[in-house]
């Protein structure tokens, strides 16, 4: 019981810790996930939503951590209890103790007594808890049976037999019979405690003849427990001191297998904590998207067929926008085998950024093993998901707006490789349109020879139009024209497959950036 215990809620096998790509602050503030993380935070604790930090490449990993969420959603109070645990079992081993509490003393022993016996009572709690429910992801399962395991081994059953013994007697101690030998000087050579009684100690009269013969001796070991079992500040004897020095080592003994077993079984309940902040804050957004009446899924994971969504949904802005000036519509999403690069257009504020950001909240839910925006989905793992939208102003000081940008695609371009996405929302748009359009192009053709998939949002029709003229490679993805409203309505919000509409926008775009004949003079 002195050595760790391993186990993980979110990690089926140590060496999958290390399969994750980061996510930046940055990038969700892109994607609109800000304001959801501070909400997790402010109800659920501070850095309960840190999960979207770091996304796993591991498909094992994922498809084990939605099982678990599948039996906590299942059996809630299993997940409130579990977290009432931990809690508990992290405080025990987070208490702080003073100097005098780490001394070889019998009040020092009895306390961790007690805090064995706390641990072991939470534990056995979860395990009847545990067998009752019978959960069927493979994560409660382990944890199930290791659980049962370490109630059920020799040690555990042992050292719960005597701490019953003594915790029987502990409120009834009123002496405690020491055995011990001495030397021809009458001075103690080896100590051990016999038993604890329950009535106070009484001389005979055999102990008070021996008490005249041999006074001082005597005195010296009636003295003894206000030392050895009990803290203390004065300066002893120099026999007494001896007599410390054969007893402290058993007494410090026994602390240190008191500590050691209370250490494994809490450093596996502290690890535990932390992970299930991750459990809970999925269950709370799942729950938050039910009462807002949209629907969610676990998604399929998949470690090569293309990412499919249906009935998808910019997760922001169903559960903390204004229904009244912000809709919620859903859409479709569909890569083509291999991967797709698209290219979306359509008019100012007709849901093109929104679409982009719930693609990509829909894979970083979906990754880290949470339900996602949609009604049904199917997401292939990733080992990297990049987001190229408009910079803010304090980013481009030093190289000025156009020159940020390049930067930026050209550091992506670096990390991308064919299991990546990339998120472009009017990138490339502070220059003239003809050089917009230049760069644009050889950036989407350069990418696609990386064979990451992409979705780029743009007001640049005419590079949509230009897709029969863009290059087909095979094995690589291909180019697809999505268009965001319609002729009849421009602001649909519903994203289609189809032909660019053939208009280029420009007053939308001026409009955007405050530039038009009312904005002005206004």
Do not use: W
């Given at each position: 019981?002195?050595?760790?215990?391993?186990?993980?809620?979110?990690?089926?096998?140590?060496?999958?810790?290390?399969?994750?790509?980061?996510?930046?602050?940055?990038?969700?503030?892109?994607?609109?996930?800000?304001?959801?993380?501070?909400?997790?935070?402010?109800?659920?604790?501070?850095?309960?939503?840190?999960?979207?930090?770091?996304?796993?490449?591991?498909?094992?990993?994922?498809?084990?951590?939605?099982?678990?969420?599948?039996?906590?959603?299942?059996?809630?109070?299993?997940?409130?209890?579990?977290?009432?645990?931990?809690?508990?079992?992290?405080?025990?081993?987070?208490?702080?103790?003073?100097?005098?509490?780490?001394?070889?003393?019998?009040?020092?022993?009895?306390?961790?007594?007690?805090?064995?016996?706390?641990?072991?009572?939470?534990?056995?709690?979860?395990?009847?808890?545990?067998?009752?429910?019978?959960?069927?992801?493979?994560?409660?399962?382990?944890?199930?049976?290791?659980?049962?395991?370490?109630?059920?081994?020799?040690?555990?059953?042992?050292?719960?037999?005597?701490?019953?013994?003594?915790?029987?007697?502990?409120?009834?101690?009123?002496?405690?019979?020491?055995?011990?030998?001495?030397?021809?000087?009458?001075?103690?050579?080896?100590?051990?405690?016999?038993?604890?009684?329950?009535?106070?100690?009484?001389?005979?009269?055999?102990m008070k003849k021996v008490n005249k013969i041999i006074d001082f001796a005597f005195h010296e070991l009636v003295s003894l427990?206000?030392?050895?079992?009990?803290?203390?500040?004065?300066?002893?004897t120099q026999d007494l001191n001896e007599l410390e020095r054969v007893i402290e080592p058993a007494m410090r003994q026994l602390i240190s297998f008191c500590d050691g077993f209370n250490d494994a079984l809490l450093s596996l309940f502290e690890e535990m904590d932390r992970e299930l902040s991750f459990f809970r804050a999925a269950v709370y957004i799942q729950g938050l998207i039910k009462e807002a009446g949209m629907a969610s899924c676990l998604p399929d994971i998949s470690e090569s067929a293309p990412t499919e969504a249906v009935g998808l949904y910019n997760m922001h802005l169903a559960l903390l926008g204004d229904e009244a000036q912000h809709p919620v519509v859903v859409n479709d999403y569909m890569e083509e085998t291999g991967g797709s690069i698209f290219i979306l257009t359509g008019p100012n504020r007709g849901g093109k950024t929104t679409y982009t950001q719930a693609v990509g909240q829909m894979y970083l839910f979906g990754l880290c093993g949470f339900h996602v925006p949609a009604s049904l989905a199917r997401i292939r793992v990733l080992d990297g998901l990049h987001v190229h939208f408009l910079a803010?102003?304090?980013?481009?000081?030093?190289?000025?707006?156009?020159?940020?940008?390049?930067?930026?695609?050209s550091d992506i371009f670096d990390r991308l490789t064919g299991r990546s996405l990339l998120l472009m929302d009017e990138s490339f748009c502070s220059t003239s349109h003809e050089e917009s359009m230049a760069i644009v192009r050889d950036i989407l053709k350069a990418v696609q020879l990386t064979g990451a998939s992409v979705l780029y949002n743009t007001h640049l029709h005419e590079l949509a139009a230009m897709i029969p003229e863009l290059p087909k490679i095979e094995g690589k993805p291909v180019f697809v024209s999505l268009v965001s409203g319609s002729r009849e309505e421009h602001q649909s919000f519903k994203v289609v497959q189809g032909e660019p509409l053939g208009i280029s926008y420009a007053k939308e775009i001026a409009e955007k950036y405050g530039v038009s004949y009312d904005l002005l003079t206004h």
């Open positions: 019981m002195n050595e760790q215990i391993n186990f993980s809620l979110l990690f089926e096998e140590e060496q999958s810790r290390d399969k994750v790509f980061h996510i930046s602050s940055d990038t969700l503030e892109n994607l609109n996930l800000k304001p959801i993380v501070s909400l997790i935070d402010r109800e659920l604790g501070k850095e309960a939503g840190n999960f979207l930090a770091h996304i796993s490449t591991d498909i094992k990993t994922i498809r084990y951590r939605q099982d678990i969420l599948k039996d906590f959603i299942r059996y809630p109070d299993l997940l409130h209890q579990m977290e009432g645990t931990a809690r508990r079992c992290y405080e025990i081993k987070n208490l702080i103790k003073f100097a005098f509490e780490r001394e070889a003393t019998l009040y020092n022993l009895l306390k961790r007594l007690e805090e064995s016996k706390e641990v072991m009572e939470l534990v056995e709690t979860l395990v009847r808890s545990l067998r009752h429910l019978a959960p069927v992801s493979a994560g409660l399962r382990t944890l199930s049976e290791l659980l049962q395991e370490i109630v059920a081994s020799d040690l555990y059953t042992n050292y719960k037999k005597d701490l019953e013994g003594v915790s029987h007697q502990g409120s009834k101690i009123q002496s405690i019979r020491i055995g011990m030998n001495l030397d021809a000087y009458l001075k103690p050579t080896e100590a051990i405690v016999l038993s604890f009684e329950e009535k106070p100690f009484k001389y005979t009269r055999k427990p206000r030392k050895i079992f009990a803290p203390d500040t004065f300066q002893v803010k102003e304090k980013d481009t000081m030093d190289y000025g707006r156009l020159g940020e940008e390049c930067k930026r695609i």
